[in-house]
C-alpha cells in the first residue's frame, strides 16, 4: 500500500481525489488546502508521492511543496488549470495533468504515484 499525499484548495476535488487513491488500495496523506501542513507532512511521514494542484487561492502556491518533494526524493504531479505554458520552468520536467481529470487517466496517474 503506497501513502499518497493531496494538495488542493477545493474540498470536493481533494475528496474526489482522496476517494479514488482509497479506492485504488492506498493511503491518503491530507488532503491539505494549504501550505504548512503539506511541508510538515513531507518532513514527519514517509509517501510515495504526491498530488499537487498550483494555485491555492489568494496568490498561494503549491511550489513550496514542489521544492520540498523534489529535495525528499518523492515523485509528484501536478494537476491543475493550468497549461504547460503556466507552470514555472523550474517543473518542466514534473509531468501534469489538466483538469478536470478523466477516471481512466486518474488511475493511470495514481498507479504511477504508487510505484
Known amino acids: 500500500m503506497a501513502r ?3 494538495v488542493e484548495d477545493e474540498a470536493l476535488t481533494g475528496m ?3 476517494a479514488a487513491i482509497e479506492d485504488a488500495g492506498h493511503e491518503v496523506v491530507g488532503p491539505f488546502a494549504s ?3 503539506a511541508l510538515q507532512a513531507i518532513e514527519h511521514g514517509d509517501m510515495s508521492g504526491a498530488i499537487l494542484d498550483i494555485n ?3 496568490g498561494v502556491t503549491s511550489y513550496p ?3 520540498a518533494l523534489l529535495q525528499a526524493g518523492i515523485r509528484f504531479v501536478f494537476l491543475t488549470g493550468y497549461s504547460r505554458e503556466g507552470i514555472d520552468p523550474a517543473f518542466a520536467a514534473v509531468p501534469f495533468f489538466r483538469k478536470p481529470l478523466g477516471e481512466p487517466h ?3 496517474m495514481i498507479a504511477t504515484l504508487a510505484r
Open 4 to 6: 499518497i499525499m493531496v
Open 16 to 18: 474526489m481525489l482522496a
Open 35 to 37: 501550505l504548512a501542513p
Open 56 to 58: 491555492l487561492g489568494r
Open 65 to 67: 511543496v514542489a521544492r
Open 106 to 108: 486518474l488511475r493511470t
